[in-house]
C-alpha cells in the first residue's frame, strides 16, 4: 500500500476510478480534486460513506485547490473535456492542452515526487504536455490507452469465440486514435493465435470494431465517453505500480529510439513496476504492423507539432 494516489478531475472517469481505488485499498489515502465548486467535496464524501459497507478503510478527500493531492506517490490526470458525438479524440486538442498545463503546474508544485498517469485525450498529446510542464523524468509521466484498447479487443474476441475472456491476450500498439494497431499476430486464446481460431474477415471485422470502440461508446451516452472501462484500465496500472507487480502492459509512454523513435508519445507494452516504466518491450514487427504503426505514430506526432504553438516549451 501507498500513502497518497490522487485523481485530478472527478467526472466520470476520476470518480468512477476514485471509487475502484478505495475499493482495493492500494491506498491509505484517495483525494480528488476537480474545478467544479463542491464535487470533489461531495463525492468524496459519498464514497467515504459506502466504506463501512464496502469494507475499506482507505481516507478519501476532496478539494478545489490542490493542498488535498500533496505528498502524493501517484497522480492520475482526468481533467478535461470528454467528446461529444461526431468529434474525434483530436478536437479537444486545443481545450484540454490548456487545463492539462494549469494541472500539471500544481502537481509539480504540491507531489514533486509522484509518478503520473494521465488519461485526457488526446492522450498520447496530453502525455507530452504533462512531461514538459512537470519536468519529471519520462519513466514517471505516461498515459493509459493501450491497456483499454486490448481491453476492448479482448471482450470483442471472447464474444465471438464464446469463451471466457481471462484466457483472451491482447496487445494493441500506437497512439490512441482510430489508427491504433491491434496487434492481431499477438493475440491468443489460452497461447493459441486467434488466426487459428477465427476467419480472417471475422478478425479484421473485431479489428474495426475496436479501433471505433470509444466512438461506438460515444453514439449511445451522446453527452460523453466511456468511464467503467477506462477507469479498470487505469486500477490495473495503478496495481502493478503500488504492488510491484510488473505487469507487461500497453501504455503511452516517451520513446528514446525504442521502435525507431525518438521524443514522442507512443503506445508500446512496458513493464509497470515501483518505478513506473520499468522496460520498453521491442516486438519483432511484420512489414504490414510497422507501416500501420508508422501511421499511428504520424498521427500523434501532428498533435505534437499542433501543441507547439499552444504550450511554453
Ligand atoms: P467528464 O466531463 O465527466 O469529467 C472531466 C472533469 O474534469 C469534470 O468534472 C471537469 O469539471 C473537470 N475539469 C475540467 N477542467 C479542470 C481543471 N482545470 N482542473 C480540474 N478539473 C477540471 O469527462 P470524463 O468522461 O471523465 O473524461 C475525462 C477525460 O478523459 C476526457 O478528456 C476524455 O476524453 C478522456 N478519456 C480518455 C480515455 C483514455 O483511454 N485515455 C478513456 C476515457 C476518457
Ligand atoms: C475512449 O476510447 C474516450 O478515449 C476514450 O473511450
Known amino acids: 500500500m501507498v500513502h497518497k494516489i490522487s485523481v485530478i478531475g472527478a467526472g466520470n ?33 459519498d464514497m467515504q460513506e459506502s466504506s463501512p459497507i464496502y469494507g475499506y478503510d482507505t481516507q478519501m478527500l476532496g478539494g478545489n485547490s490542490y493542498d488535498v493531492i500533496r505528498d502524493s506517490d501517484i497522480v492520475i490526470i482526468t481533467a478535461g473535456l470528454p467528446r461529444k458525438p461526431g468529434m474525434s479524440r483530436d478536437d479537444l486538442l486545443d481545450a484540454n492542452a490548456k487545463i492539462m498545463t494549469q494541472v500539471c503546474e500544481n502537481i509539480k508544485r504540491e507531489a514533486p515526487e509522484a509518478t503520473v498517469i494521465v488519461v485526457s485525450n488526446p492522450l498520447d498529446a ?13 519513466r514517471r509521466v505516461f498515459g493509459m490507452a493501450g491497456v483499454l484498447d486490448a481491453s476492448r479487443f479482448r471482450t470483442f ?33 489460452a497461447g493459441i493465435p486467434i488466426a487459428d481460431l477465427l476467419p480472417h474477415n471475422k478478425i479484421e471485422e473485431l479489428v474495426t470494431r475496436t479501433r ?17 472501462a477506462p477507469s479498470a484500465s487505469v486500477v490495473e496500472m495503478v496495481e502493478s505500480i503500488v504492488k510491484d507487480k510488473k505487469k ?9 529510439g525504442e521502435y525507431g523513435i525518438s521524443g514522442l508519445y507512443v503506445g508500446v507494452p512496458v513493464k509497470l513496476g515501483r518505478n513506473g516504466i520499468e522496460q520498453v518491450w521491442e516486438l519483432p514487427l511484420s512489414a504490414q504492423e510497422r507501416e500501420e504503426l508508422n501511421i499511428s505514430i504520424e498521427d500523434v506526432r501532428q498533435n505534437v507539432e499542433k501543441l507547439k504553438t499552444m504550450v511554453p516549451a
Open 13 to 45: 472517469v476520476g470518480a468512477t476510478l476514485a471509487q475502484r481505488l478505495a475499493e482495493k485499498e492500494l491506498s491509505k489515502y484517495v483525494a480528488l480534486v476537480d474545478v467544479v465548486e463542491g464535487v470533489p467535496q461531495g463525492k468524496a464524501l
Open 126 to 138: 496530453m502525455c507530452h504536455v504533462a512531461l514538459q510542464i512537470t519536468g519529471f523524468p519520462d
Open 157 to 189: 474476441i471472447a464474444e465471438a469465440l464464446d469463451v471466457s475472456v481471462e484466457q483472451v491476450q491482447a496487445f494493441v500498439l500506437g497512439g490512441h486514435g482510430d489508427s491504433m494497431v491491434p496487434l492481431v499476430r499477438y493475440t491468443t486464446i
Open 212 to 228: 471505433n470502440g470509444g466512438a461506438e461508446i460515444v453514439q449511445f451516452l451522446k453527452t460523453g465517453s466511456a468511464y467503467y
Open 248 to 256: 507487461v502492459l500497453p501504455c503511452s509512454v516517451y520513446l528514446n
